[in-house]
Nanobody, 120 residues
Framework: QVQLVESGGGLVQAGGSLRLSCAVS????????MGWYRQAPGKQRELVTS???????NYADSVKGRFTISRDNAKNTMYLQMNSLKPEDTAVYYC??????????????WGQGTQVTVSS
């Protein structure tokens, strides 16, 4: 069974840093694009950043220069380094993976979510 398991959330003061991890487990053929989304209370889920299998990245304007996405293909793991955190970054962060289970089967998977709370 394929799973995306997140870790690394928590409570931090404004200006602090956190590092999130998302590990892909299970029998997969290929990891295509991956990304981080977040959802704050009362708001829609939004894309924070994504990374392709080739390492190309994009970021929401609100996190550019503060967040860095990376992936370790050997470990099937994606990371999100979050620096200079602001109270408005408070949300549940979700890992997303576009995974190929075989040459013919490709599906979207989501992690369970991890809470990030930034205090002012």
């Amino acid at each position: 069974q394929v799973q995306l398991v997140e870790s690394g959330g928590g409570l931090v003061q404004a200006g602090g840093s956190l590092r999130l991890s998302c590990a892909v487990s299970g029998n997969i053929f290929k990891i295509n694009a991956m990304g981080w989304y977040r959802q704050a209370p009362g708001k829609q889920r939004e894309l924070v950043t994504s990374i392709t299998s080739g390492g190309y990245t994009n970021y929401a304007d609100s996190v550019k220069g503060r967040f860095t996405i990376s992936r370790d293909n050997a470990k099937n793991t994606m990371y999100l380094q979050m620096n200079s955190l602001k109270p408005e970054d408070t949300a549940v962060y979700y890992c997303h993976g576009d995974l190929s289970l075989s040459v013919f089967v490709r599906r979207d998977y989501w992690g369970q979510g991890t809470q990030v709370t930034v205090s002012s």
